[in-house]
C-alpha cells in the first residue's frame, strides 16, 4: 500500500496563524483533498490551555507574561497548560487515521516513539513515565504531547525542547505535574543542536514508525495558499 506523507517546514510562525492554519488543513484532509501532513515549526513565546486544563497552573503574573511577551490560548486539544517557543520544534500532525489504525492511544504512544528514538540518536536515555503522557528522560519532561482527533483526523501535536529557554516554564505548572521537571536537548548534551538537524530526524522516524514510504516536500508559501491540492 502506498502511503504518502506531504511535509512543510513552517519555521517560525504566530501560534494563532498557525492554529487557524491547521483547522483548514483538518477540514481539507477529512474530505480528502490532500494528503496526509507534517508541519514542523517554532513559536514565539506562548502558554496553552488544553481542555481539562487548571488556571490556577498558569502561576506567571502579568509583569512575568508582559516582560517576556508571552502571549496565552485556551484551545481545544487534550491536556493542560503548556510552553511554547523559540528552540523548541512544535509538530502538527493532520493525518488521517482510518488509512492507519483508527486508535487514538496507539496514535499517541507512536508520536512518544518518533521522539524517543531521535533522542536515543543523540544517546539519550528516553521513554515514558508510567501514568503520563510525552517523552522523559528520567523524571524531566523533554517532549509534551496534547492532540484532538475528530473525523479520525488529526491536529495539534507535540513540543519537542532541543534549545529551549527552559525558565519559561517557571511562569506554569507544566501539564500541571508539579513534582517533575523538563529539560532539553541543550541541556542534557550541555551544547547547542541545530534545529534542522533535529528536524530531518524527526521526518525519518515520523515516516517509519507511520509507515509512509513517499513523501512530498511542501514550501511554507505553497501550504499557505488556499489552493493547495493534491
Known sequence: MNRRLTYCDLDFIDYKEAWDLQYYLHQQRAENNISDLLL???????????????????????????????????????????????????????????????????????????????????????????????????????????????????????????NTNLDLFDGIIPCGISDKSVTSLQKELEKEIPIDEVKEKLLHHFMNEFNYNTIEFISKKSLLNPTLKN
Open 40 to 162: 514542523l515549526l517554532e513559536h514565539p513565546n506562548t502558554y496553552t490551555l488544553g481542555k481539562t486544563a487548571h488556571i490556577e497552573n498558569l502561576i506567571g503574573g502579568k509583569d512575568f507574561l508582559e516582560r517576556n511577551k508571552i502571549s496565552v490560548y485556551n484551545i481545544d486539544r487534550g491536556g493542560d497548560i503548556t510552553y511554547h517557543g523559540p528552540g523548541q520544534i512544535v509538530g502538527y500532525p493532520i493525518i488521517n487515521l482510518t488509512d492507519w489504525y483508527q486508535d487514538s492511544h496507539k496514535y499517541l504512544r507512536t508520536l512518544e516513539e518518533v521522539i524517543i528514538k531521535v533522542c536515543n540518536e543523540y544517546g539519550l536515555a528516553a521513554g515514558r513515565v508510567d501514568g503520563y503522557t510525552g517523552v522523559w528522560i528520567d523524571d524531566k519532561k523533554i517532549a509534551a504531547i496534547g492532540i484532538k482527533i475528530s473525523r479520525w483526523v488529526t491536529m495539534h501535536g507535540f513540543a519537542f525542547n532541543v
